[in-house]
């Protein structure tokens, strides 16, 4: 199983950024994917998952609105649209496998991260 995540850096507050999370090693389809995100001295948070049973599904109240999940099965990858960037969503981002079905601490497969940093 690999994931990789790429497309974050810095961004002023209120622009936008688009995360991907390029999945192999396993049936794509047949698995949730979901997006975290921990912030210096904070624990890892779920923000939001997907997958082809149960569509996309929101964790964080804060996202709502501003966040979008959506996948290409061509391509194995699960998109992170972020909106309206915030200082407070500055965090590295993970995408994992079964994101969404199993409490955080008990999922095995994540990709490296990657740093998203909004600028006030």
């Known amino acids: 199983v690999q994931l990789v995540e790429s497309g974050g850096g810095l961004v002023e507050a209120g622009g936008s950024l688009r995360l991907s999370c390029a999945a192999s090693?396993?049936?794509?389809?047949?698995?949730?994917i979901g997006w975290f995100r921990q912030a210096p001295g904070k624990d890892r948070e779920v923000v939001l998952c997907i997958s082809s049973r149960e569509g996309s599904k929101y964790y964080q109240d804060s996202v709502k609105g501003r966040f979008t999940i959506s996948s290409d099965t061509a391509k194995n990858t699960v998109y992170l649209q972020m909106n309206s960037l915030k200082p407070e969503d500055t965090a590295v981002y993970y995408c994992a496998k079964d994101g969404g079905v199993y409490g955080t601490a008990d999922l095995t497969d994540w990709g490296q991260g990657i740093q998203v940093t909004v600028s006030s």
């Open positions: 090693g396993f049936s794509f389809d047949a698995y949730a």
